[in-house]
């Protein structure tokens, strides 16, 4: 089971998770428009992987809190994800903050989704092993 699970998660690593510096150059050129259009797609799909992660992550804690008799790795990857969410979206308000209510403000706050995204996602992925 577990190599099935490995395997079936480091095929989704290399098919969702890009590796780029910055979510709005990979968007290429265009308008603004476009290229939030673009980004807020980007984090979509981000967000999504992050679901297939965390559900890994989770079915691996509660296999875990079974075989030892304790009920600790399940709680605690709840209140980190809660955790993680919570600083995810007031850095990136503070990132958005920075851009002094320009017009790209809400790309600036996708972006920082997405590569916070990322992070999280490659985390899950390696405690879900």
């Known amino acids: 089971m577990r190599k099935k699970l490995y395997a079936t998660l480091t095929l989704l690593s290399y098919l969702t998770l890009p590796a780029s510096a910055d979510p709005a150059t990979e968007c290429g050129g265009g308008s603004q428009v476009e290229i939030g259009a673009c980004v807020a797609d980007t984090l979509q799909r981000v967000d999504a992987t992050i679901d297939i992660y ?3 992550a989770k079915s691996s804690a ?5 075989v030892t008799g304790r009920k600790v790795a399940a709680p605690a990857l709840e209140v980190s994800q809660a955790a993680w969410v919570a600083y995810r979206d007031a850095h990136c308000e503070y990132i958005g903050a920075t851009f002094g209510g320009g017009s790209g403000t809400g790309i600036g706050i996708n972006s920082c989704r997405i ?10 992925l390696h405690n879900a092993q």
């Open 115 to 124: 590569e916070l995204g990322r992070d999280r996602a490659k985390d899950l």
């Open 54 to 56: 965390l559900g890994f």
């Open 62 to 66: 509660e296999e875990l809190d079974e």
